[in-house]
Nanobody
Framework: QVQLVESGGGLVQPGGSLKLSCAAS????????MAWYRQFPGKERELVARMRVNHGGSTNYADSVKGRFTVSRDNAKRTFYLHMNNLKPNDTAVYYCYAEHSDGLTQTPYWGQGTQVTVSS
């Protein structure tokens, strides 16, 4: 079992910045990637950014956030971050932390509870 708790959401003006945190606990062995997703009202969740735990921590980003958002992690704190810069009103969404886990036979997704980000003047 892996537990994920997001924090750091809130209200920010266009052009501003926010840093989301995802604190992980539980059995992290077997987690091979962490990601951030977001969900707009009435829409399905979409991938924002993903980081491989191994393989040099390779990352990939949605085209809509490239150059503005970056992900990082602090292994000692077991925390995964989403750094969001130059925020736009259409970044307003609920942001979810996501962990991909495999025991070699079964892949299991884990989700946090989500944190609201609102970009508005």
């Amino acid at each position: 079992q892996v537990q994920l708790v997001e924090s750091g959401g809130g209200l920010v003006q266009p052009g501003g910045s926010l840093k989301l945190s995802c604190a992980a606990s539980g059995i992290m062995a077997g987690v091979y990637a962490m990601a951030w997703y977001r969900q707009f009202p009435g829409k399905e969740r979409e991938l924002v950014a993903r980081m491989r735990v191994n393989h040099g921590g390779s990352t990939n980003y949605a085209d809509s956030v490239k150059g503005r958002f970056t992900v990082s992690r602090d292994n000692a704190k077991r925390t995964f971050y989403l750094h969001m810069n130059n925020l736009k009103p259409n970044d307003t969404a609920v942001y979810y932390c996501y962990a991909e886990h495999s025991d070699g036979l079964t892949q299991t997704p884990y989700w946090g509870q989500g944190t609201q980000v609102t970009v508005s003047s």
